[in-house]
């Protein structure tokens, strides 16, 4: 079934046809082994957001394939910062997306799990009291966690004084995750790049320039560049991009 704006494969094969949604399941997938795939929209000179959010930057093709990617994950991982900002709420996916989970003897709903260094998570935000399946916070064993936090999350503490991201993701695959979905934001990519953890890179280009202000997807602190070669390149009717970057 094709709903809304059609969306073409332009590279490496060229698509006549409009991609359904079992087309682009099987082009974005699930992998055979643990990675972590990282999901975000950009405006053509490289804005995060417009206004603060990146609401301005994303159309319905791109609502159609970040839905899609949340089919396809056992768990969203998230940095408190964009769950504060974006105000998440509990993730659920239509009956559809549901029954495709179940067919594919997944989990109903994906696992959402929350990096923070602070801790400073409001308890009763949707996102964590109101979650289908139990959240996962990932965080060091120097936070407290505030009162109500672990009534409603399982609170895990990897490093000292500062997220090992790596053992984090590790404790996520024990736990039969293995499938990870990074929605941001740009503290927590440009940390998981600074740790070379970064399987794949979903990005779709908004054909639009937001000018000078916002920031970029990534932040922090300087690391050395690393190649992500391309996948594959699909073209929405709207003028949308939508680039698959991954590793070998
Ligand atoms: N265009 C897109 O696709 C997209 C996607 C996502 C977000 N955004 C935009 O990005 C902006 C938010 O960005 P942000 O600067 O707040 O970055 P962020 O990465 O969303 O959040 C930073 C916060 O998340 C936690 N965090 C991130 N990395 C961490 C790490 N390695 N270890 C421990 N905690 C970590 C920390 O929270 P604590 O303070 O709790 O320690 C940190 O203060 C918003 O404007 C949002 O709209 C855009």
């Not at 972590?36 to 603060?52: C, E, H, I, M």
């Not at 659920?92 to 989990?107: I, K």
């Not at 320039?209 to 602190?221: D, E, M, Q, W």
Request: hydrophobic letters at 45%; charged letters at 25%; glycine letters at 10%.
């Amino acid at each position: 079934m094709t709903v809304g704006i059609p969306i073409r494969r332009l590279w490496p094969e060229p698509s006549e046809l409009p991609l359904d949604d079992a087309a682009l399941t099987r082009l974005y997938g699930r992998a055979d082994r643990p990675r972590l795939r990282v999901n975000f929209v950009s405006s053509l000179d490289g804005a995060v957001s417009v206004d603060g959010y990146s609401a301005g930057l994303s159309g319905e093709p791109d609502k159609r394939v970040f839905g899609l990617l949340r089919m396809l994950c056992d768990a969203l991982v998230v940095a408190a910062g964009t769950l504060r900002h974006e105000g998440y709420r509990a993730v659920r996916l239509d009956e559809r997306r549901r029954a495709w989970r179940r067919a594919n003897g997944l989990a109903e709903y994906p696992t959402l799990v929350v990096v923070s260094g602070t801790l400073d998570l409001d308890p009763v935000q949707a996102a964590l009291a109101d979650a289908p399946v139990r959240p996962i916070v990932l965080t060091h064993a120097g936070a407290d966690p505030p009162p109500g936090l672990t009534d409603v999350a399982d609170v895990l503490p990897f490093g000292a004084d500062r997220v090992d991201l790596a053992a984090g993701l590790d404790e996520l695959h024990r736990r039969g995750l293995s499938q990870l979905l990074c929605e941001g934001g740009p503290h927590l990519f440009g940390a998981l790049t600074a740790a070379d953890l970064i399987d794949e890179l979903c990005l779709t280009v908004s054909p639009l320039l937001a000018g000078p202000g916002p920031g970029r997807i990534t932040a922090g602190a300087a690391t050395p560049p690393r190649q992500l070669p391309l996948r594959h390149v699909l073209a929405a009717d709207d003028g949308v991009l939508m680039l698959r970057h991954a590793r070998p």
